[in-house]
T-cell receptor, first 112, second 110 residues
Framework: NAGVTQTPKFRVLKTGQSMTLLCAQD?????MYWYRQDPGMGLRLIHY???????AKGEVPDGYNVSRLKKQNFLLGLESAAPSQTSVYFC???????????FGSGTRLTVV | EDQVTQSPEALRLQEGESSSLNCSYT??????LFWYRQDPGKGPEFLFT???AGEEKEKERLKATLTKKESFLHITAPKPEDSATYLC???????????FGPGTRLSVLP
């Protein structure tokens, strides 16, 4: 049972480059989320999805886009990376909105 | 605006030395308060959900309690493997999102 899998685990980008982070879950969860974690600031929600084909903005959506074409996958895109997007990104999923989340192991992104 | 603060920021204990971590919150209609454990380089791991004041949950050496303004995570006779960052989060009745606190970094020394 893999749970939530994130790829890649590490990435270094140059300012202005683009990339996509992939999140896959095998628990048939409806809800999926992308968070970023920065020192001293806690986890902040970027975007989320309440089901296949749906996405919505979270607390810090600027500079990011997402897609959920399949129920098990949730993609996070950076179109033009900026140093302020240096962070650790976590994907999470849940069966209902009242459940605790299952998190992936994270992607450490550095933008230089 | 919903807010969560946690104290202390960091805590060092000797093995067997019991203590408590605090999570204070303000939320527009509490739908649930959640505790997570996060090990270095890993994602948070769900521990407990508390829904109403007076509720308590236990798991091994951990016990979580909830009042109308705060939650405590009590750690009884901790072991070095309890060393981790403990995160608190709240969900309100209106949104899809948790609001996370910054966490308490716990170190248990042998």
């Amino acid at each position: 049972n893999a749970g939530v899998t994130q790829t890649p685990k590490f990435r270094v980008l140059k300012t202005g480059q683009s990339m996509t982070l992939l999140c896959a879950q095998d628990m048939n969860h409806e809800y999926m989320y992308w968070y970023r974690q920065d020192p001293g600031m806690g986890l902040r929600l970027i975007h989320y999805s309440v089901g296949e084909g749906t996405t919505a903005k979270g607390e810090v959506p600027d500079g990011y886009n997402v897609s959920r074409l399949k129920k098990q996958n949730f993609l996070l895109g950076l179109e033009s990376a900026a140093p302020s997007q240096t962070s650790v990104y976590f994907c999470a999923s849940s069966y209902t909105t009242g459940d605790g989340y299952t998190f992936g192991s994270g992607t450490r992104l550095t933008v230089v | 605006e919903d807010q969560v603060t946690q104290s202390p920021e960091a805590l060092r204990l000797q093995e067997g030395e019991s203590s408590s971590l605090n999570c204070s919150y303000t939320v527009s209609g509490l739908r649930g308060l959640f505790w997570y454990r996060q090990d270095p380089g890993k994602g948070p791991e769900f521990l407990f959900t508390l829904y109403s004041a007076g509720e308590e949950k236990e798991k091994e050496r951990l016990k979580a309690t909830l009042t109308k303004k705060e939650s405590f995570l009590h750690i009884t006779a901790p072991k070095p493997e309890d060393s981790a960052t403990y995160l608190c989060a709240v969900r309100n009745n209106y949104g899809q999102n948790f609001v996370f606190g910054p966490g308490t970094r716990l170190s248990v020394l042998p």
